[in-house]
């Protein structure tokens, strides 16, 4: 009898090395998040206290991000080679982001309308304080159309990296990519290598910074709980009931349109991010992991490039939870009040939030802001009335974390489909943690089916866990981090 060998693919080398499930980041993270829900609630003023882990944390992570981000973009474009390439990404990502946005504010103001949140409170607008929202917001004058578009072009490159300002740093860092395709990629070819071993480091960097990811989550969740208390919840029962069931039709939504056109089964993507969507609802922030996230969605198939430039753009462009709560809240606001808006002064409304919603991205207290500045433009209630919101806010942040990482990782997807840099192949093998998955080895890596040393492999699903070994975006299994950058999906 002729034996023949078996054509069926062997499983992933970490499969038969399990680790164990107390070393698992998904784990880490969920202990830490439930402790924290504990500590705050039996002992609110350590709760409370406990605020500095968290904001650390982050700290780490803003230590980062702007130069991540921009390496990524500058190297992305040069493999991409093509100018003309990079602003139709940067078109269609606008496209989409406005299109996102706009429905998503009409779906809130549907859902308030069927709901009535505020119906019945009939609260007087001269018992709430200025001063509250004052405090919250800064005092930071909201900025129109035309001071946020200028604020997007740095006047100075060094003032936009030590500011953290993610959008000058975007528009820094397309003009040089966009520099490196027309001097010629040979020519820059020095200074692209350099780029791709400094863009190495930082991922080691973000390897380690991600082991503290379950003390931050602990120390967030435990301040919000402290401070604010699950108390507070049936304060604003109808309201927050409101906005998350609005949350989870729209991610329902989300989960039609990533299968119905880039045909993203976004269960398993969410099972593939599970550790990234649940740090981002430990610390209440999505800046928290966007390093990884975008790391995820290049494995997935999404091109470096055009994740380079969707997702960063896509935090303060495209803000879908952001957009339901502010639309539900101004509704709530005026019932509160009394008010009964007709259909002229809510569309009146929808293109106020449109302006307002994008103009104060990245404001501190930018909710309120750009509430403020809807009710003043209306002049339907005082802008005072706003602080009535101040107890309800935090408790709507994992809603609005959710549904923005979401909307931005979908909207990744659609755009790359779009663009036609997306290889389907490449994401269901990341989400089966298939051929590309990589087992850390000592101080390197190695992949499951060859077993050799590669500095350019990056970890897929469970390999990705608190020590895992990052590289840059766009790396390619089995070859040398130089010619990764090659590689154009």
């Excluded at 060998?5 to 698992?24: C, G, I, M, N, V």
């Amino acid at each position: 009898m002729k034996i023949t060998a078996s054509t069926t693919p062997l499983p992933p080398a970490q499969d038969a090395l399990r680790k164990p499930l107390y070393r698992s980041l998904f784990i880490q993270i969920l202990v830490a998040v439930v402790a924290g829900i504990l500590i705050g609630h039996f002992w609110p003023d350590l709760g409370a206290g406990l605020r500095p882990l968290g904001d650390g944390f982050i700290q780490l992570i803003k230590m980062i991000i702007a130069p991540l981000i921009f390496l990524v973009i500058v190297t992305g474009i040069a493999a991409v080679s093509d100018v003309k390439a990079v602003g139709r990404v940067g078109v269609k990502a606008l496209a989409y982001f406005t299109g996102a946005t706009l429905f998503a504010l009409v779906f809130g103001l549907v859902v308030a309308n069927l709901v009535q949140p505020g119906a019945g409170l009939n609260i007087d607008p001269a018992t709430l304080s200025q001063d509250a929202l004052n405090a919250k917001t800064s005092t930071a004058p909201p900025k129109d159309a035309g001071a946020f578009l200028l604020g997007i072009i740095p006047t100075s490159v060094v003032g936009a990296f030590a500011g953290n300002n993610l959008l000058q740093v975007l528009c820094f860092s397309v003009f040089f990519g966009a520099a490196i395709v027309v001097v010629g990629r040979e020519r820059c070819l020095p200074v692209i290598t350099l780029m791709e071993t400094v863009l190495e480091l930082f991922f080691k960097i973000m390897g380690w910074v991600m082991r503290a990811a379950p003390v931050g989550a602990f120390g967030a969740m435990a301040f919000i709980i402290g401070q604010y208390g699950l108390d507070s919840l049936g304060t604003y029962a109808v309201l927050i009931a409101a906005c998350y069931g609005a949350a989870a039709v729209f991610i329902g939504l989300l989960f039609v349109v990533a299968w119905a056109y880039p045909r993203v089964p976004l269960w398993q993507f969410l099972k593939y991010t599970r550790e990234e969507f649940l740090l981002a609802l430990g610390t209440a922030s999505t800046e928290s992991v966007l390093p990884r996230i975008m790391t995820k969605l290049t494995n997935a198939g999404c091109s470096r490039a055009t994740t380079g430039l969707v997702v960063p753009t896509g935090y303060s462009f495209n803000l879908d939870g952001a957009a339901i709560y502010l639309s539900i809240s101004l509704l709530f606001l005026a019932q509160a009040f009394g008010y009964d808006l007709d259909l002229g002064q809510q569309l009146a409304a929808l293109g106020i939030l449109m302006l307002t919603s994008k103009g104060m991205a990245g404001v501190p207290g930018s909710a309120f802001l750009a509430l403020s500045a809807t009710a003043g433009a209306l002049g339907i209630f005082p802008v005072a009335g706003v602080a009535l919101l101040l107890g309800a806010d935090r408790l709507m942040d994992s809603m609005r974390v959710v549904v923005n990482l979401l909307g931005n990782c979908v909207a990744t997807f659609v755009v790359a489909k779009w663009e036609g840099q997306f290889d389907r192949e490449a994401m269901l093998r990341a989400f089966a943690g298939g051929d590309a998955a990589t087992e850390s080895v000592g101080g390197g890596t190695t992949t499951a089916a060859e077993g050799q040393p590669d500095v350019a492999a990056v970890p897929q699903g469970e390999a990705a866990g608190p020590g895992a070994e990052f590289t840059h975006p766009g790396a390619v299994t089995a070859q040398p981090a130089s010619a990764a950058s090659a590689a154009v999906r």
